[in-house]
């Protein structure tokens, strides 16, 4: 049965997108159809036109300098419809989902049900809320302190919060992370020029099944743990992103990969928003991190002349000189 908008959740109609009907809010997800018109539509064609001439060679013109016009006339039109309706879903449902009173998690999964172009476009929009975590005091953690000499391990520091935490996981955010990490796996393996038969057989499982289920999914749930962890945490110490630092790190991404391509890709808000998560957490991890830094303090100037003035043991030499480290390698 469909829920209805509480009392303090804003109206049907949020930014760009309207909520034609709402199939499921309750405390675990958000499920809603969503529409929008043809002003929408057309900016989403403007967008879409920019993104696939960035790199469109036209006689007469530079790459990425081809006007508008003439642009549209060699492109794809099946291309151009496709990535329109891609831009127009990912912007409106972005809006949509800033817009509630709710946090989400995970990717949205959207299903298109109308689509006419120039005209109109619907979907179902469906979306896991974030769970109630029950935080621990992040001052008060029993971190342990690392050996003498190594530093204060940042994942050891977030686990500790995370155990002595509340932190339920949704079972679609832990699938999430499942299939980001296999379609990582399959990259890499590319790259190595090897089969997921031998990355099976390294890791020691009989089956793909067997490998997610023994390897992959504890690793997933970990990532999720994390993430829902430092989310959590970021709220209780109201850690924003403003918009200054977001377009500071965009800017630097662009000059970075120097790509149309790329800087096509980080304009995409879903991207963007991507991001922004990240530099979030980002802050946070130095927050949490500062109550224990006195666990691993830096090394003086002092003992690092102490360090400089006793000669190396052989043990040590042999594992960082050149020929020990060729030797090994055999």
């Known amino acids: 049965m469909a829920a209805a908008f509480g009392k303090k959740r804003k109206a049907a109609a949020v930014g760009a997108a309207e909520a034609v009907k709402i199939v499921r809010d309750d405390a675990e997800s958000l ?5 929008i018109g043809s002003e929408e539509m057309e900016a989403a064609r403007q967008e ?3 993104a696939l001439s960035s790199d469109l060679k036209v006689a007469g013109f530079r790459a990425g300098k081809v006007p508008a016009g003439v642009a549209e006339k060699h492109l794809d039109p099946s291309k151009m419809l496709e990535k329109q309706l891609d831009i127009a879903v990912k912007t409106a449902s972005t809006s949509f989902l800033r817009a509630q009173d709710g946090k989400f998690i995970g990717i949205p999964q959207v299903e298109v049900t109308k689509f006419v172009p120039g005209e109109m ?3 179902t929009l469906k979306v896991d809320k974030f769970p109630t975590i029950k935080l621990a005091d992040y001052k008060k953690l029993k971190v342990k302190k690392p050996a003498e000499g ?3 391990s940042t994942d050891e520091v977030v686990e500790t919060l995370v155990a002595a935490s509340k932190v339920p996981v949704p079972e679609s955010m832990v699938m999430a992370h499942v299939q980001q990490m296999l379609q990582q796996i399959a990259q890499d393996l ?3 020029q ?3 038969a031998d990355f099976i057989a390294q890791e020691g499982v009989a089956t793909e099944a067997e490998l997610i289920e023994q390897k992959i999914k504890p690793a997933a749930l970990k990532q999720a743990q994390f993430g829902l962890v430092l989310n959590a945490l970021a709220d209780q110490l109201q850690i924003t992103v403003s918009d200054e630092e977001l377009e500071k790190q965009l800017t630097q991404l662009k000059q970075h990969y120097g790509s149309a391509e790329i800087a096509g890709v980080l304009d995409e808000p879903r991207v963007q928003e991507d991001i922004r998560g990240r530099l979030r957490i980002d802050k946070v991890v130095g927050e949490l991190m500062q109550p224990y830094l006195h666990l691993a303090p830096k090394p003086t100037a002092k003992t690092e002349e102490t360090k400089a003035e006793k000669p190396a043991s052989a043990t040590k030499t042999a594992k960082t000189s050149p020929k020990a ?3 090994k390698q055999k």
């Open 31 to 35: 499920e809603v159809v969503l529409s």
């Open 150 to 152: 190594q530093p204060l």
């Open 190 to 192: 590319q790259f190595q």
């Open 48 to 50: 879409a036109l920019v």
């Open 194 to 196: 090897k089969t997921m």
């Open 121 to 123: 476009a619907e979907w």
């Open 325 to 327: 480290s060729k030797t």
